[in-house]
């Protein structure tokens, strides 16, 4: 399995402000998702984060709420803009692994709290 | 309608027994099928795929029933370990999409 680590873990943000939040894979992958959990609830697929183009955005999800980059197949990040309280969530990044397709594998996750 | 759907639990049951659960999915053209655990605070992993044959795999064996569009997770001998929310995992194929259910709770005691 792809080893993924997600930077900041935690972080308790203010209402208007943004926060970037960075995923690391030690392998290269094709496939790198996000998702969001939101307090006592399961996970949401907010975008597939694509290798040299845009991202894929579901439904609900918009670009200008949730930019992501992802300049190579090892990186990737994904910015909560302008927070409200209601973007309080665990953030956390998957990877479908090249040699293991059709499995996913999830980051850490990244806390945050927005007051 | 909700994608799949899970019963969210608590299920509270003493070591040693037997304990079941169930989900299911609402697109017939689901192609793949997980069962993921999430410990508290923590990020899910995977448990196991879940195979049109069944598959067990040591405690754990997982069913699948296309005909009904219906998951099973049976874990025998529970240990304090298994404690943990235990999320249904369904992928639609076509667009490489994930779904996943609320998760069912269980709760293993001394």
């Known amino acids: 399995s792809a080893v993924i680590s997600q930077k900041p873990s935690r972080d308790i943000c203010q209402r208007g402000t943004s926060l970037t939040i960075q995923c690391q894979v030690d392998s290269q992958v094709t496939m790198m998702f996000w998702y969001r959990q939101q307090p006592g609830q399961s996970l949401t697929l907010i975008a597939t984060?694509?290798?040299?183009?845009?991202?894929?955005?579901e439904s609900g999800f918009v670009i200008d709420k949730f930019p992501i980059s992802r300049p190579n197949l090892t990186f990737s990040t994904l910015t909560v803009s302008n927070m409200s309280p209601e973007d309080s969530s665990i953030y956390l990044c998957?990877?479908?692994?090249?040699?293991?397709?059709?499995?996913?594998?999830f980051g850490p996750g990244t806390r945050l709290t927005v007051l | 309608r909700k994608e799949v759907e899970q019963d969210p639990g608590p299920f509270n049951v003493p070591e040693g027994a037997t304990v079941a659960f169930n989900c299911t999915y609402s697109n017939s053209a689901s192609q793949s099928f997980f069962w993921y655990r999430q410990d508290c605070r923590k990020e899910p992993k995977l448990l196991m795929s879940?195979?049109?044959s069944g598959n067990e795999d040591g405690r754990f064996t997982a069913q699948l029933n296309r005909a009904s569009q219906y998951i099973s997770l049976l874990i025998r001998d529970s240990k304090l370990s298994d404690s943990a929310t235990y999320l249904c995992?369904?992928?639609?194929?076509?667009?490489?999409?994930?779904?996943f259910g609320s998760g069912t709770k269980l709760n293993v005691k001394p």
């Open positions: 998957s990877v479908e692994p090249n040699t293991k397709r059709n499995e996913q594998f």
């Open positions: 984060a694509n290798q040299g183009s845009e991202a894929t955005y």
């Open positions: 879940v195979y049109s």
């Open positions: 995992v369904v992928n639609q194929g076509n667009f490489n999409k994930f779904y």
